[in-house]
């Protein structure tokens, strides 16, 4: 049989470089069968080859440029649609959706306060592709390489429309939960993102079943909401919406011929589209006081967030520890039925003392991040207070750059879009 | 029209069915067994316990009878060696010898000497014991040296005649060497020049014995009628030869009793004193048991507990006064059992 | 043959026939697999309580073959049922797969069929309609709502996040407190560790049977060799109890039990195999406990030095790793400056050590090997020409150290055997006993680097008798208290002054109280013996005294092996 | 009016140009953070057998319904016993491979004479949930040759191992993806 020989000879080599240096000589050695019996060899399925994540990163970039010249040059829904199915079929089911740019955003933050973590490059570049993309070409990950997004998309069956204060006010989850994921994956905790990701267990078809649970609940919410995920609570996309805001290359429709016709507004699902306005001109008065509410909230989110972040302490593993230690070795020794990580604690015999300070280093961690978090949540929640109050002149339909996730279902039902399209100018060059 | 209808309602019927066609398949593959209802409780950290099954409880394994101890620790020798192997007490001075590759140490008593060279070089550990005349019989992992005045050594790597692979023991009497072999499976018996005589087992179909020896664990003794007793550590066995090296009898059995050797291959190391009593020690549950010349249970020496969890052998020798040695080769001491009241 | 219209409509039926079935079917299977994902086994087999009991039910009819086979058909079964289960997981989510799909491009085809120009919807008007102003001020109440909701979730988290951890610290710095510990027997052989009383009136004479000068006494629930320790009213006991290590607290007024914790190790002593104090060991509590005035500090033979207060909490507990000593440990902690040491000669290679930790926190501040095996004395601090030395001795030899960084100073090597008396100092010399069926009294002058044995011993001299107590010097007078023998030694010269010859033995350590030496025996007796070697008494006490008294404020406190006696004129 | 409209246009891309500008910047600070920190050679994770205490938690925390981790057999290192603990339960009525003989839950050890006096012991990978229970006899009574390892066909290499949060015995580390797996070689007993 060549495979068994094959596998020997590659078991034997891999034997030998490993164990030899160390270990070769005083091998205890199998008995002799006299039967022809062949010591079977361990079995080791090599990990995925090296080649193959940069091979991943590769794709990744002509994805994104595919979309975005899906999107804003040949502007075909069709094409971007086609692209969504690709990416989610190869980053999603495929790849199963690790490691993704949503999840690398912990990496790069516990990467950044402990050495020792460990940050494969791909990550990095994972993480920052996208995010330059989004500065030149808005956000084209999101419309064709993101195969959380792609699965969203193609859900979408029978959209109800949510109001825009809703939209508005529910997009900010996006960035609390950004705060927390930071904060969490700063202190070692938990890898939130990661945790409580809706679509993985979808893409690997299995999981825990809160997560299997979690995910049935945003397939279900993205039948009839347009992309639901990504618009109120990924993290990842908070990071992108500023970025896209100030792109170099954005979605128009058809800034030269529009002919407010308010199709484009109700074919896009993710409430992007801004209608023409003709605001007054506020008073200076009005915005002092907007102004004041803006710092007097950050001073309020700063010093509420303080202790919510002692209280987000508790959810840490070694919190969790102490606590245990600390209601054994104050309770009754026979009693109390410790877990397994508090006895093997124990057995290293650290002062329980040490633990505490430990702990105590973690929770003032914790609430110096939560500071942070508090301020950053107002700051946010301010700055859509600012853009609320703020109108700005439009006389046609303009995709707000920050929102869209360049799908392209705009182009399909404009009337005049539609109309070059027929005549056969497909395409059409943009201003 | 009438396509129309047809369309309409078989389409309907079509994927229902089909729909009951796999859900009966997956009714059907299912086979109600016992289905006990996870009762997923927290620990203290907020993870949830551990299914009692996956539990493997070693303690119960452990319990023995106190009434059924014999021995008490009397003290406790430090050895100073890095690698101590060999473990053996001259009866006739009650000098106790530990040996490793690096060198070996001589206590009068309880009272540690100095760490000495060996005499001769040993290539990895093996075994060390006193022979008939009071020689020296050191072996390596390969080699065997029998010292006195002189030094003969012989043996090297492989598995021929004269042959060694792991040499786990070696013991004199007033007219052969035995070697055990635990790398060839084998009791190999020499004159006292070095002279290759015969062997036992090894796949020895005539004898109609063999040694099972899963790990390099094979010992050896001599009782006070100059019969070999090899311990057969596979079949939890220890077993009798005449001084010529024929099978008589045998005796142990497995089973989680303390009476009973457990693991996979036990005892490990074994002695008989000079009432020819055995005394045997086990790797897995470490401790060391005693039993009379036909294998009646008499005692722990040693209760589990005792030894560092790391060793997996504990090298043994009584001197003139029953006293029992052990070696203790993770924490490098000898600790000296004797009886109580001695 | 159909127009284009009709074709497009059929299909466009069709496809959504297709849909809505697929749908259902899609979701009765989610809806199963839910169920059935629900209902107990999540991917591991479990023990029945239907297996377990025909396994008890075997293991007790070990040769009924139909219950074995029973058994083996239920095992089969419920294996069987484990994988059929899980694969019915696997089968049921590929139909669910399929058919979710399905209805996916079906919606989807339908959708193809149904050619519609996109029209602008009726009613979504509605919304904006209310005016330009009207839809900004939309945008503004929803986010200052969502700002006040957000902020109402951070404040209610707040309130929960301003509890503390059970374990943190009060928030107010606790100063160093200068306490006075001149006047307290805080430690093994009172404050300095000498065993030495200057001052203060105590009684030469008592009676336990009359009652005479016996203040109060109590019985002891807890068994060790360990002395009792004092600091103003309060007066410490360490001990094992039912194999519970305890400290206890009792009130030196009048002897009532303040506190009694058991000390939360997390071992069971069942696991820690120990020399009892009956087959001659020193058991599990044989180290005496040292105060500072705020903790106390009980070290104990499973290798745990706890830390408690004066409630009676336990605040630190510091584990050294398990020991290889034949007696169990029995060298006390030491008090220096903010640290605790502790001198570890547990046997064994590497395991025996010098230690010093922070009384606060447990924290070890330095670590030294020491070259030496096991011994069970308790180290001295001395100061020798403004430098201090930690004394030890140990196996072979006397090693000095310096108590603040655990360097080694000096060493002499001068003993043999089992070492368990402790330095002693006084006249400049370092007094240092060996135990054998001969002991040797050496004397030390301190100072020097390296091996000094040759040049630092100023005397040594041998006594056929054995000691194992510490003795006791006022720099003039040395007393030992040997196996059937108290000598009175000149330190200078190490010569005999006087010797008195008793039918008894010692393991308790003399003191030197105003030049009256008190001397507990293993007989239960109390022998009280002059400046000049005269045996002044001997109190009866009711068993064998293995600790040394302290001496408080005109109270002696003895401990005698059932007892706990305070001693003094009311 | 055409011409304010172009200049303020221009003025509003010049500030857009600013931010990107600023935005960039940030990102390669960012990014040249992260850069720094990376650990070049990559890695996968893998249980250290050394370490490992077979609390059993393999089983039940990984993100995957049936644990990406196995029990496998290192045979170089087996005794082929006739009394294997990794496969009999301590007590076992007698050597068979009857279900109350057996140790393993899912009866994923198979159990094939080889020749007098010896076993050999399979791991059916496709029962074995990795619980760690035959590990655990194994590295109790007989030379350690079962041992627990994560598959790397199965693993998904999550950038945070669940099993490794709640491994109790700190077993799991990262070991360079060309060398994925951590043999107990030459540690025999």
């Known amino acids: 049989m060549k495979v068994n020989y094959k596998r020997v000879l590659i078991g034997a080599i891999f034997l030998y470089l490993v164990a030899s240096p160390v270990f070769g000589e005083y091998k205890f050695p199998p008995p002799e069968f006299d039967t022809n019996y062949l010591v079977p060899v361990m079995r080791t399925v090599p990990a995925r080859a090296d080649w193959l994540v940069y091979l991943d990163i590769f794709i990744l970039i002509e994805v994104i440029l595919l979309s975005a010249w899906a999107s804003l040059k040949r502007r075909s829904r069709n094409i971007v649609m086609l692209i969504s199915m690709f990416s989610l079929l190869y980053f999603g089911f495929y790849k199963e959706g690790c490691i993704c740019p949503i999840g690398a955003v912990q990496d790069i933050v516990l990467s950044l306060t402990n050495p020792n973590y460990y940050l494969p490059f791909t990550a990095v570049l994972i993480f920052i592709i996208p995010l330059v993309a989004s500065l030149f070409i808005g956000r084209a990950y999101c419309g064709g390489a993101c195969p959380h997004g792609a699965l969203q998309d193609l859900l979408l069956l029978k959209e109800i429309k949510i109001p825009r204060w809703l939209d508005r006010s529910l997009s900010m989850l996006a960035y609390i939960y950004l705060g927390l994921a930071v904060l969490f994956a700063l202190t070692d905790s938990v890898f939130l993102i990661c945790k409580y990701d809706p679509f993985v267990p979808i893409f690997r078809l299995t999981g825990p079943f809160y997560m299997l649970l979690n995910g049935g609940f945003f397939v279900l919410l993205s039948l009839f909401i347009g992309r639901p995920y990504c618009r109120f609570l990924c993290p990842y996309g908070a990071l992108l919406k500023p970025l896209a805001l100030v792109s170099r290359e954005k979605v128009t429709i058809t800034p030269d011929k529009c002919i407010v016709c308010k199709l484009c507004e109700d074919s896009c699902p993710f409430g992007a589209i801004n209608k023409p306005d003709k605001p007054e001109r506020r008073k200076a008065k009005n915005r002092l006081v907007v102004l004041g509410l803006f710092i007097s909230g950050l001073i309020a989110g700063g010093v509420l967030g303080n202790y919510t972040g002692a209280l987000l302490a508790t959810y840490n593993r070694d919190v969790k520890l102490a606590v245990e230690i600390y209601a054994y070795s104050e309770g009754e020794p026979e009693k109390i039925i410790l877990s397994d990580y508090a006895k093997e604690y124990i057995r290293t015999g650290e002062s329980s003392l040490l633990l505490y300070e430990k702990v105590a280093g973690v929770k003032n961690k914790f609430k110096t991040g939560g500071i942070y978090l508090g301020v950053w949540i107002m700051f946010v929640m301010g700055l859509q207070f600012l853009y609320a109050a703020r109108k700005p002149k439009r006389d046609i339909y303009e995709p707000d750059s920050a929102r869209c996730m360049s799908c392209a279902r705009c182009f399909r039902d404009c009337p005049i879009e539609r109309q070059e399209k027929s005549t056969g100018d497909g395409s059409r060059k943009q201003e | 029209m009438d396509r129309k209808i047809i369309f309409k309602n078989g389409i309907w019927i079509l994927l229902v069915a089909a729909g009951l066609v796999g859900g009966y398949f997956m009714a059907s593959s299912y086979i109600p067994g016992n289905t006990a209802v996870n009762e997923v409780k927290s620990d203290g950290a907020g993870n949830p316990a551990l299914p009692e099954n996956f539990k493997y409880d070693m303690a119960k394994l452990k319990q023995y009878d106190p009434r059924q101890l014999l021995y008490g620790e009397e003290t406790k020798i430090k050895t100073g060696l890095k690698e101590p192997f060999g473990l053996t007490v001259n009866k006739k001075d009650g000098r106790v010898l530990v040996v490793s590759t690096e060198g070996m140490l001589v206590c009068d008593g309880a009272i540690a000497g100095k760490v000495a060279a060996l005499p001769v070089r040993l290539e990895g550990p093996g075994s060390v014991s006193f022979g008939f005349a009071g020689e020296l019989l050191l072996a390596g992992r390969d080699r065997v040296n029998i010292v006195s005045g002189t030094i003969i050594g012989f043996g090297k790597k492989g598995k021929g005649v004269g042959e060694f692979k792991y040499i786990t023991s070696v013991k004199a009497n007033a007219k052969y060497i035995f070697t055990a072999d635990a790398g060839n499976r084998r009791v190999c018996k020499f004159d006292l020049k070095g002279k290759y005589l015969g062997q036992i087992g090894r796949k020895d179909k005539a004898a109609g014995k063999n040694f099972v020896i899963p790990s390099p664990h094979m010992d050896m003794d001599f009782d006070s009628k100059g019969n070999l007793w090899v311990a057969n550590a596979g079949l939890l066995q220890l077993e009798k030869y005449s001084p010529e090296g024929v099978f008589v009898s045998s005796w142990g059995k497995h089973g989680i009793n303390i009476d009973e050797f457990i693991g996979c291959c036990n005892p490990v190391n074994f002695v008989i004193d000079g009432g020819d009593n055995f005394i045997t020690a086990e790797k897995g549950v470490l401790r060391i048991k005693k039993y009379d010349k036909t294998g009646k249970f008499l005692g722990v020496v040693a209760p589990p507990g005792t030894f560092n969890e790391k060793n997996t052998s504990i090298p043994l020798a009584v001197d003139s006064k029953n006293r029992v040695y052990a070696l203790d080769t993770i924490e490098k001491t000898v600790r000296v059992f004797s009886e109580k009241g001695y | 043959m159909m127009d284009q219209e009709n074709r497009n409509n059929i299909l466009r039926l069709f496809f959504k026939q297709v849909a809505v079935a697929a749908a259902i079917v899609a979701i009765l299977a989610a809806l199963t697999l839910t169920v059935y994902y629900l209902s107990g086994q999540q991917g591991n087999i479990q023990d029945s309580p239907v297996l377990t009991a025909l396994k008890a039910k075997l293991e007790k009819y070990p040769d009924n073959e139909k219950l074995l086979f029973e058994f083996r058909d239920q095992d089969l079964k419920e294996r069987t049922a484990f994988f059929r289960k899980s694969s019915f997981l696997d089968y049921g989510k590929n139909i669910f797969i399929v058919f979710f799909l399905l209805a996916l491009a079906a919606f989807r085809l339908k959708g193809v069929f149904t050619e519609r120009l996109p029209e602008v919807k009726k009613g979504s008007e509605t919304v904006y309609k209310t005016g330009e102003l009207a839809g900004a001020n939309i945008y503004m109440v929803s986010s200052g709502l969502t700002a006040v909701i957000i902020l109402g979730l951070l404040g209610t988290f707040a309130i929960w996040g301003f509890q503390k951890l059970p374990f943190e610290p009060a928030e107010t710095e606790i100063k160093e407190k200068v306490i006075d510990l001149s006047s307290a027997w805080n430690g093994f052989r009172g404050p300095a560790g000498t065993g030495l009383v200057k001052d203060g009136n105590y009684v030469k004479e008592w009676d336990i049977k009359t009652g005479k000068n016996i203040i109060w006494q109590i019985a002891l629930p807890v068994k060790s060799y360990s002395s009792p320790v004092v600091y103003k009213d309060n007066l410490f006991l360490t001990g094992s109890e039912a194999k519970v290590l305890k400290v206890s607290c009792y009130d030196a007024k009048n002897g009532s039990l303040k506190w009694s914790s058991s000390v939360m190790v997390p071992v069971k002593l069942d696991d820690v195999e120990i020399m009892s104090e009956d087959a001659g060991g020193a058991g599990y509590a044989a180290p005496t406990t040292v105060t500072d005035g705020e903790l106390v500090f009980a070290f104990f033979a499973t290798d745990h030095l706890v830390c408690f207060d004066y409630a009676g909490k336990q605040r630190w507990v510091k584990y050294f790793g398990k020991s290889e000593n034949t007696y169990g440990l029995s060298s006390s902690p030491l008090l220096w400056k903010k640290n605790i040491i502790l001198q570890l000669d547990r046997g064994g290679e590497g395991l025996s050590k010098l230690v010093s930790l922070d009384r606060k926190t447990g924290q070890i501040t330095w670590e030294t090997k020491r070259p030496v095996g096991a011994s069970w004395g308790t180290p001295a601090i001395i100061e020798y020409k403004g430098k201090n030395e930690l004394i030890t001795t140990g196996e072979e030899q006397v090693i000095s150290y310096d108590p603040d960084t655990g360097k080694e100073l000096w060493r002499v090597k001068c003993l043999t055997g089992e070492i368990s008396t402790s330095p002693v100092y006084g006249d400049g010399k370092i007094i240092a006993i060996d135990v054998g069926s001969v002991s040797t009294v050496s004397a030390i002058i301190p100072g020097g680097a390296g091996d000094v044995t040759k040049t630092n011993i100023v005397w040594s001299m041998q006594e056929e008798n054995q000691a194992i107590n510490t003795p006791v010097t006022d720099g003039k007078l040395l007393v030992v208290a040997m196996n059937s023998l108290v000598v009175g030694q000149d330190i200078k010269t190490g010569k005999v002054l006087w010797k008195i010859s008793l039918e008894d033995d010692f393991w308790a350590s003399p003191s030197l109280v105003n030049g009256t030496i008190y001397v507990p025996s293993q007989k239960g007796k109390v022998y009280i013996v002059s400046y000049e070697g005269k045996l002044l008494g001997t109190m009866d006490m009711d068993s064998k005294c293995s600790a040394s008294p302290a001496f408080v404020d005109g109270k002696i406190f003895i401990r005698s092996e059932k007892n706990l006696f305070c001693i003094g004129t009311r | ?189």
Request: net charge positive.
């Open chain 4, 1 to 189: 009016m055409e011409e304010n409209k172009t200049k303020k246009v221009s003025r509003m891309e010049f500030l857009k140009n600013l931010g990107r500008g600023a935005l960039l910047l940030f990102l390669g600070i960012t990014g040249g953070a992260a850069l720094a920190r990376v650990k070049k050679k990559p890695a996968v994770w893998q249980i250290d057998p050394a370490k490992c205490i077979q609390c059993g938690r393999c089983a039940t925390e990984c993100v995957l319904r049936v644990s990406a981790v196995k029990c496998v057999h290192n045979f170089s290192l087996c005794g082929y016993c006739n009394l294997c603990f990794g496969f009999f339960q301590a007590g076992q009525r007698e050597l068979t491979s009857g279900g109350e003989n057996q140790l393993c839950p899912t009866g994923a050890i198979k159990r094939k004479f080889v020749e007098y006096p010896y076993y050999e012991y399979t791991i059916i990978e496709k029962l074995c949930v990795g619980c760690g229970k035959c590990v655990k006899g194994c590295t109790a009574f007989g030379n350690g040759s079962l041992q627990l390892q994560v598959m790397h066909d199965r693993c998904k290499n999550c950038n945070e191992c669940l099993i490794a949060k709640a491994c109790a015995g700190k077993a799991f580390v990262r070991i360079p993806a060309e060398k994925a797996y951590i043999t107990k070689e030459g540690r025999e007993s």
